[in-house]
């Protein structure tokens, strides 16, 4: 079973940004594609962003379009999620997740074979 550990999470401030870091074990960051959900209060769980395996190819839900942005660095065994623009609907558990192909682009909860525990994002004045 692969470990995910997502950090970053806090309270920040409408129109601010956070950074979320999701840590692999080597094996797991180099042969999966990796994604960011989130699933806020009484809601389901959400797909925010993915990320193929070598890095080249993103997708983004459109609720986060040129406010969120996916990356990997393969030193570091670590996929990050830089949130600009923050919105309290934003608001959310954000879980890191392992899928093993980067296609089809559709992403949801049911695709992902390994999740991380979560990392709390509060959005809020």
């Known amino acids: 079973q692969a470990q995910l550990v997502e950090s970053g999470g806090e309270l920040v401030q409408p129109g601010g940004s956070l950074r979320l870091s999701c840590a692999a074990d080597?094996?797991?960051?180099?042969?999966?594609?990796m994604g960011w959900f989130r699933q806020a209060p009484g809601k389901e769980r959400e797909f925010v962003s993915g990320?193929?395996?070598?890095?080249?190819?993103?997708v983004h839900a459109d609720s986060v379009k040129g406010r969120f942005t996916i990356s990997r660095d393969g030193a570091q065994n670590t996929v990050y999620l830089q949130m600009n623009s923050l919105k309290p609907e934003d608001t959310a558990v954000y879980y890191c997740?392992?899928?093993?192909?980067?296609?089809?682009?559709?992403?949801?909860?049911?695709?992902?074979?390994?999740w991380g525990k979560g990392t709390l994002v509060i959005v809020s004045s």
């Open positions: 080597g094996r797991t960051f180099s042969s999966n594609a």
């Open positions: 997740a392992t899928r093993r192909v980067f296609y089809p682009v559709a992403w949801s909860a049911g695709d992902m074979n390994n």
């Open positions: 990320i193929h395996s070598t890095g080249v190819r993103k």
